[in-house]
Nanobody
Framework: QVQLVESGGGLVQPGGSLRLSCAAS????????MGWYRQAPGKERELVAQ???????YYADSVKGRFTISRDNARNTVYLQMNSLKPEDTAVYYC????????WGRGTQVTVFS
């Protein structure tokens, strides 16, 4: 079992930045593939970024060059640095831990408005 708690969401104007954090507890964090997903109203949940235990990263095309995922295995934490935010980035962002099965946080709201 893994417990995930997100933080760092909020309101920001277009072009602004936010950093999301996800603190994990309950298991060996380092073996999990960690990811960030988002879900906007009326849309399906989508993968935003992912970081493997070996440090490989993946980004959705819509966020490449703007978002950066990183993980600190010593602190059991994964981050998502979001720069140059756009209104279409508005969504609830969920932390995900995957090792055969998926574990999810409760989400944090990110709203980009002008």
């Amino acid at each position: 079992q893994v417990q995930l708690v997100e933080s760092g969401g909020g309101l920001v104007q277009p072009g602004g930045s936010l950093r999301l954090s996800c603190a994990a507890s309950g298991s060996d964090f380092s073996v999990f593939v960690m990811g960030w997903y988002r879900q906007a109203p009326g849309k399906e949940r989508e993968l935003v970024a992912q970081a493997t235990s070996g440090g490989r990263t993946y980004y959705a095309d819509s966020v490449k060059g703007r978002f950066t995922i990183s993980r600190d295995n010593a602190r059991n934490t994964v981050y998502l640095q979001m720069n140059s935010l756009k209104p279409e980035d508005t969504a609830v962002y969920y932390c995900n831990a995957r090792l055969v099965v998926d574990f999810w946080g409760r989400g944090t709201q990110v709203t980009v408005f002008s």
